[in-house]
């Protein structure tokens, strides 16, 4: 009786691993480690503040950042809070954006507009990471404002989550595409 019940346990255990693990594969990039300090009554407290942008160059996308006493569990920090914050994009068969579109945070903006097959992505900075890693291959985009590395990740963020299709306009207004 026992050795049934230790062999159900063991297959439980190995399912409940195997649940917990995406079975899609996401690119991870680092964009900025940052040493950061805090101080304390017994003097300063050094920690790591990483950047990381995870996707699957298909059209799901996101922006984590975590701090933590050393490197590596900062990195794995911001991996698993870019995984809760993913978000899903429209990509074109041109590997594109559907339309133009801005983005805000903070003091910066980020203008992005789609380009012609073959062109590239033209951007700088984070917002090329973001760019590269959502599996988009033709854009021009251009940050205004600040060179903040993490806002400007964010806002490509939130200009990527303002992209539509026509399908979801034409649901928005109660029309038939045709």
Known sequence: MSTD???????????????NRNDQKFVERLIKISRVSKVTKGGKKLSFRAIVVIGDENGQVGVGVAKADDVVNAFKKAKTDARKHLIKIPITKSLSIPHRVTGNFGACKIIMRPSIEGSGVIAGGSVRTVLEVAGIKNVIAKQLGSDNLLNNARASICALENLTTKSQVARKRDLNVN
């Open 5 to 19: 019940l230790k062999q159900v346990n063991k297959l439980k255990k190995k399912s409940r691993r195997t649940d």
